[in-house]
């Protein structure tokens, strides 16, 4: 009688730990998304082989893939280097997030620091990939909307779908914004 209860307590339990924490996990475009960018060697696994898309990304990450995709990664680029506040000379993405400054891809905080180690949000990455594209001319309105509204027009984003371009985004979310601003015509 006893193992009954503590295994129908157990059940419920169990029961209201999934309904209360969300799962998420990727959905077939991030899949798909996250695919493509592994096999041109963009997105990188890991250890275990997997990409974990439904992970948070952080913004060191992002500057990291944008590097790999715009081929500098093993390339010198020229500029003034912008000293970071919150990075080390020894952290493992140091050179591509001062190639990405240099590149005028990212900026940073106004008080000189960068959050590496922080999950990046979309209206960031939304940001980060007009820059990529060399289509941040000409702006209207504030930041972020004038870049969400650039990335509509030129085909990165779908129009109006965007929840909150607040929320921090995951690794599949930003294989999907990557793997449709390669797919960008640029004229």
């Known amino acids: ?17 999934v309904s209360i924490i969300p799962l998420e996990s990727a959905t077939d475009e991030q899949a798909y998304a996250g695919n493509q960018l ?14 974990k898309l439904d992970n948070k990304i ?3 990450e992002v500057a990291a893939l944008l590097i790999r995709t715009l081929g500098y990664s093993d390339k010198v680029v020229l500029g003034q280097e912008k000293a970071f506040t919150d990075i ?12 990405a400054y240099k590149l005028k891809l990212i900026v940073g905080d106004p008080g000189g620091t960068f959050r590496p180690t922080e999950n990046i949000k ?12 060399g289509k941040n001319q000409e702006l209207e309105g504030d930041w ?8 509509e027009e030129i085909g990165i984003i779908p129009k109006d779908d965007h929840g909150d371009i607040f929320r921090k985004v995951t690794r ?3 294989s999907v914004i ?10």
Do not use: F
């Open 1 to 17: 009688m006893k193992k009954k209860i503590v295994i129908g307590l157990v059940s419920v339990i169990l029961m209201l730990t």
């Open 38 to 51: 592994r096999i041109l060697g963009l997105m990188k696994g890991y250890t275990d082989g997997s990409l």
């Open 58 to 60: 952080i913004r060191a």
């Open 88 to 99: 080390e000379k020894g952290y493992w993405a140091v050179e591509d997030i001062q190639k």
């Open 122 to 133: 979309y209206a960031e990455v939304i940001t980060i990939m007009v820059n990529a594209l």
């Open 144 to 151: 972020p909307n004038n870049y969400i509204k650039r990335a």
């Open 172 to 174: 599949g979310e930003v």
């Open 178 to 187: 990557l793997w449709d601003t390669i797919l960008v015509k640029r004229n």
